[in-house]
């Protein structure tokens, strides 16, 4: 009986609450437009802010931050208002989709920056679509993501069935590899990545000696990379992120396997250096990141990001940083085309899409009718020494 | 196909001591609280991780204090073992205290809940704490032990290839055999340990014969929660790269190992462990030869709970388990 | 202060005014203020009230029918928040059908199962590959992906093929008990997913980790089911027919059977209850509502992939189960509820309300401690003190009461219409 009568004042209570709160609401969104001159345009970011990706996920989140503080004084004196609300979508799609359809609801976000799985972008994106979100990914790969004739969805980085040709490209060609061993982690990322580069090393002649999966989350690969040792490859490709490559590299070099280890975008990171050690040298990575250390930009997005956030930058936060820079110049556009009114969803839709040329920190960035990036390149990097970021020894564009 | 497989058994065959002897201890903390509650205490691979959180933080500042360098570094991880088992031993008799002593005579599923609600909070609070300090949660340890061993198998038999071992797994398997010698010593041998064992048996008889159950029932969570927390250490100078969800993994597998070995028998989680061990790196490095690239390595864990399942239905007491008749 | 609340408790027209009232004054402020989240927990929560009120069964389902099928609809869809709330409920709605069915093999049937969710994809997957073009890849006939005419259609082959799979779960899973039947289980739902994570070679039957994008929507007389408002309608029949069909085998001879395996195996076997077949009944049972809405989330969602069913998915439902009651159909309602609300919308919300604090200043809280990475720990601490605080679930498990010289002094109309004059309240309690 308590525990109902507790209940029952519970539920009383919280009714006069909500009646008080819709009242104040209601009375504080008049407020909110009324005090700043302007109007509110809130941008959301949704990546993986808990869980085994969250180191990424955050990233993607800082940089997206520092880029919308940095633009926040022009749209004022636009007369708009910018605000960022995060959304964790803690790598699984269905909290994605929920979040997606909360990001719908609320009007005043014109746009997305997200996701980091592409497992979780393709999902979500179906209901941007509905509600005419822009989203730009900084970092799906995926094929899918935007092969699905989607308005709304566009990416700065490079596809799968670009990046892994090129690798097996630089590995045939420049590194002479005959024999290669993949190894792949499993998830949507790697093994796109990795079955693409495959294709295009089996076209180039090469001979794989093998193809296995591995356990996200694990730390101990040496079951597979004993497979590596006794099949003596000439190069090992790894398709996977981070912090499974950089323990994989580790143990490779402790069983003796001494020949280059090759990966993707995901093993770009100052982690792998800290995970690998010494062990990190001879490792090749293509990345879709230019050398961000050499150029002025770069160099000053680093030392900023530090002193903004006590951190030393991933390589995901420039891409946050630069997926940004790409939706604020969208809602611009979209901002001046509309007369400086407050455009509408659409229209930034159809404004992201039309981003032409737009130079950021990391990559120039336009728009095919796909939604993909016509500048993006790969670039390759030469692990020389244990030393974060690697040294630049090549890049493609399309 | 067959030589390729030979070839590699000296290689396989350590490398699976060392996951099997990381499973095996801890295995022994989940059958222990097991035998003594019969509860899966599912935080008990948060506490491992914990474990190993602490061991390399004090291993990153022993390391970094400059007189520390002239001990040697196995007295410095002796000390850090043994720092680290008293504060992971600490902390799972506190977990006992909180979250599992006011639910003892609640039906056997509801501790169940708090041991899942502790796994978050422990995962988040380490997190936190890593990331406050380091602005990163994956953690690399300074790098102890790397020098490599060669064994020569080659000259035993031509058929085998040579293997490597890194000095660091002889000391995670002598540690690790130690542990396990002291600790069944600890139960068979002393008077704790027969309590222990009174306790596992018959909770009431045993509190009728003046044993004080509740400080059994610490000292049991104590010292599984110590032995999960030093493999935690071991765990991290051998692998070198621990982040907060390691934990659940690998509590995974070796709560598998205590089951494979007939659960709340502790000689059975040391043996299911090792055997747990050794199976997935056979699968790992042969399952492509011997189904011809039908099943790749992915398909270990499949074939690890394949064979528990199997061993369950045949052994349902587990292998060493001793099978009990149901009384009515 | 008692002397009141036992007359309400007595009175039957008080509670129907407080209830209408209730009811109204939500709604309505669901109605105007289309952001408040609160207002459309306080109109969902007006069923909880509903249950607690002394009326009878029928009266109660008619009423609940009123609140979801019209009222909650119509006063969400106002605003742009319209389609959010719908994906909630939707969600809700599954969870709870899962819910339901692990409620028949753990509560009812004390089978401990850690693998459930293994039916929840092994539904989502059947109409996953017949809807996207990979059914191509394997089938030697047909044209794929089917129209999605098909959908429902498959909603009963996932149904079928869910329970095919739980009785072949549960036939080697008759030989071990207890602990034993949890691992077995858990390494079951885990192979299950492993399986489909790489079942992309040798032949390509799911896609392997890269998942089944662009999943046919269900269509009916030739409209397309696109948004949650509409597949809310679907979760929310088999949501009933689930129910229904719980409350049914509850009551029955096979639920009693379930009852007497949980309570003691060996007392129940020589009383003549067959073992097997009590104990396949519920696996298949179980499984066959997880299969169900398998298909409804493939359908939703638009895209399957191994990663919606982790290990922890199957232990969230258990403790959704666990939480609200084990065995008790009403609690596992509530407790499916509230963990998908809680989880979805609850903590959301207030992560992006301290998150707009600490940006506008009003709090400073370190970047490690940010409240959006937050959700985990406040998960796990709910975990903990509602464990400790009502460790017998939110509402617990009543078993039917029966009325002794009643039973004696006429066993003939001693049915439970009968019963239901006789003592009102405690019978609606075991509703």
Known sequence: MKWKKSLAILLSGGLAASIFLAGCGSSKSDGNEGKSGGKVIKIATQTPLSGGSATIGEAIKLGAQMKLDEEKQKFKDLGFDLQLVPYDDQSDPKKGVANAQLIGADKAILAVVGHFNSGVAIPSSEVYEKYAIPMVSPANSAVEVTTRGLKTVNRIVARDD???????????????AKKIFIIQDKTAYGTGLAEAFKKAAESKGAEILGFEGITVGEKDFNGVLNQVASKKPDLVYFGGIYAEGGLIIKQAREKGIKVPILGGDGMDASTLVEIAGEAVKDTYITSLAGDSSKSEEGKKFIESY???????????????YDTMGVVLKGIEDAIKANNNKMPTRAQVRDAVRGVKDYQGVLTKVSFDENGDNNYAKVFIYSFKEAKYPAELVGEVSK | MLTEMIQN???????????????AVIAIGYTMVYGILELINFAHGEIFMTGAFIGTAMLIVLTGIGWVSSVPTIIMLIVVLLFTAILTGLLGMGIERVAYRPLRNMPRLIPLITAIGVSFLLQDIVRFIAELKKGNYIVTGPSLFNSQLSIKASSISSIFTDATIKQSFVIVLIAAVLMMIGLDFFVNRTKWGMAMRAVAQDRDTAALMTINVNKVISITFFVGSALGGA?????????????????????????????????????GAMFGGLLLGLLEMFASANLTLLSHGVFGAEYKDVFAFIILILVLLFKPEGLFGKPVTEKV | ???????????????????????????????????????????????????????????????????????????????????????????????????????????????????????????????????????NHFMPFGHYPLSGESFWIFILIGCFVAALFGILLGIPVLRVKGDYLAIVTLGFG???????????RPVNITNGAMGLPSVTPPSLFGIDFLYPSQFYYIVLIILVFTIFTVRRFEHSKIGRSWKAVRENEIAAQAMGVPLVKTKLMAFAIGASFSGMMGVVFAAKQAFVDPTSFTLLESITILVMVILGGMGSVPGVILGAAVMTILNLQVLTEITNWLNQLSTSGAISIPDALSPSKMQRMIFGLLLILFALYRPQGLLPAKNRKYDQKLLQKGSKEANGDSLREQSPIENAQEV
């Open chain 1, 306 to 320: 530090k002193a903004k956030f006590n951190k030393n930058t991933e390589s995901y936060s420039v891409y946050g």
């Open chain 3, 1 to 135: 202060m008692k002397a009141l609340w036992q007359n309400y408790r007595k009175n039957k027209l008080a509670q129907g005014i407080f209830l209408l009232l209730y009811i109204g004054i939500t709604s309505l402020s669901l109605y105007l203020a289309q952001k408040s989240v609160t207002a459309f927990l306080l109109l969902l929560a007006s069923l909880l009230l509903l249950y607690f009120t002394s009326f009878k069964n029928v009266t109660k389902w008619l009423i609940a029918g009123v609140v979801l099928v019209i009222l909650l609809p119509f006063t969400a869809s106002n605003g742009d928040g319209y389609q959010s709330y719908m994906e909630v409920a939707t969600l809700v709605g599954i969870y709870i059908s899962m819910a339901l069915g692990l409620n028949v093999v753990v509560g009812m049937a004390g089978l401990l199962d850690l693998g459930f969710i293994a039916f929840f994809a092994v539904g989502a997957y059947s109409y996953g590959i017949f809807a996207t073009a990979q059914a």
């Open chain 3, 190 to 200: 885990e192979i299950i997913r492993i399986i489909f994570n790489n079942l992309d």
């Open chain 2, 231 to 267: 493999t935690g250490v071991l765990f991290a100078v051998q692998y070198g790269t621990i982040d907060p969800y390691i934990g659940f993994i690998l509590g995974l597998k070796a709560f598998t190992a205590a089951v494979l070995g007939g659960i709340g028998n502790i000689r």
């Open chain 1, 162 to 176: 670009f990046q892994g040709p090129a690798g097996a490209e630089f590995a045939v060609n420049t590194l002479k």
């Open chain 2, 9 to 23: 058994i000296p290689q396989v065959l350590i490398d699976g001591l060392t996951l099997g002897a990381v499973y």
